[in-house]
């Protein structure tokens, strides 16, 4: 079945890095375009980033623009969002997911993991 599982979160002091990963299985990975969202407490999903499936275009959200950077590695079925200089604000659940165009139905279909928690506190 499909499964995109995160991991890499955890605590840490505001200016502060941190590695998310999420390995997915049960789908063709390299067919997908990857996305990190994240939720805060009491807030709704926020778009952060997300990558082409090839790896050759990026985007992020102005939020983190400049102190994040996503990537992805096909041959691992892996896709990573490198996190540096950390802000309090930055505290939320960071969710991933893959999506992939449906052209006949001109819809995408998404799949999502559960999330890991980073929380960034002084």
């Known amino acids: 079945q499909v499964q995109l599982v995160e991991s890499g979160g955890g605590l840490v002091q505001p200016g502060g890095s941190l590695r998310l990963s999420c390995a997915a299985s049960g789908f063709t990975f390299s067919s997908y375009g990857m996305a990190w969202v994240r939720q805060a407490p009491g807030k709704g999903l926020e778009w952060i980033s997300d990558?082409?499936?090839?790896?050759?275009?990026?985007y992020y959200a102005d939020s983190v623009k400049g102190r994040f950077t996503i990537s992805r590695d096909n041959a691992k079925n892996t896709v990573y969002l490198q996190m540096n200089s950390l802000k309090v604000e930055d505290t939320a659940v960071y969710v991933c997911?893959?999506?992939?165009?449906?052209?006949?139905?001109?819809?995408?279909?998404?799949?999502w993991g559960q999330g890991t928690q980073v929380t960034v506190s002084s």
């Open positions: 990558i082409n499936s090839g790896g050759q275009s990026a």
């Open positions: 997911n893959a999506h992939v165009r449906q052209v006949v139905a001109g819809s995408v279909t998404r799949h």
